[in-house]
T-cell receptor, first 111, second 115 residues
């Protein structure tokens, strides 16, 4: 079945620095790789996603890179801002339709 | 962009009563909707998957008679927590999959407190 691990579990950076979160998954059938940001008391919000036929995708300060051979994909946030502070998730959609979530990464951007 | 509306955003109920949570896709048709539960400082745990017009598929360990799911149309799914107990207190989140582009959009969540 689908399984996903995120590293690190917590990440603290200074404003303006870059942040990188890595996800490793087990199901080779996975073809869709989204990243969600969840602020306290709110539902997850999609910030970027990538499909298996693409190795990298960028949207302003956010980028996602995918290594399908190694079964990992990473979120890169550049020029971090305090409002980037949140919990980030990289759920996996394997052979089934459902998204399975890992434990998340709590990012804190210090002003 | 795709919007999913979830109501209520918070609810307090007494033990033994039932609570209904609604999840609506506002600008797209959702062939599949999902219900998650999230305890404080933990991840989202999938409870069930619902398809319009058919019975929901529950994850292992989730009581289907306690968490009733109805997916009556392509834009509406409801979760009813029956005979609620304090241990059912949690943050419930729905998600809808867009039949057009296959993306997943989440609702804003419902904070349920059972007293």
């Amino acid at each position: 079945g689908e399984n996903v691990e995120q590293h690190p579990s917590t990440l603290s950076v200074q404003e303006g620095d870059s942040a990188v979160i890595k996800c490793t998954y087990s199901d080779s059938a996975s073809n869709y790789f989204p990243w969600y940001k969840q602020e306290l008391g709110k539902g997850p919000q999609l910030i970027i996603d990538i499909r298996s036929n693409v190795g990298e995708k960028k949207d302003q300060r956010i980028a996602v890179t995918l290594n399908k051979t190694a079964k990992h994909f990473s979120l890169h946030i550049t020029e971090t801002q305090p409002e980037d502070s949140a919990v980030y998730f990289c759920p996996i959609q394997g052979g089934s339709e459902k998204l399975v979530f890992g434990k998340g990464t709590k990012l804190t951007v210090n002003p | 962009g795709a919007v999913v509306s979830q109501h209520p955003s918070w609810v307090i109920c007494k033990s033994g009563t039932s609570v209904k949570i609604e999840c609506r896709s506002l600008d797209f048709q959702a062939t599949t909707m999902f219900w998650y539960r999230q305890f404080p400082k933990q991840s989202l745990m999938l409870m069930a998957t619902s398809n319009e017009g058919s019975k929901a598929t529950y994850e292992q360990g989730v009581e289907k008679d306690k968490f009733l799911i109805n997916h009556a149309s392509l834009t509406l799914s409801t979760l009813t927590v029956t005979s609620a107990h304090p241990e059912d207190s949690s943050f419930y989140i729905c998600s809808a999959r867009d039949a057009g582009n296959y993306g997943y959009t989440f609702g804003s969540g419902t904070r349920l407190t059972v007293v």
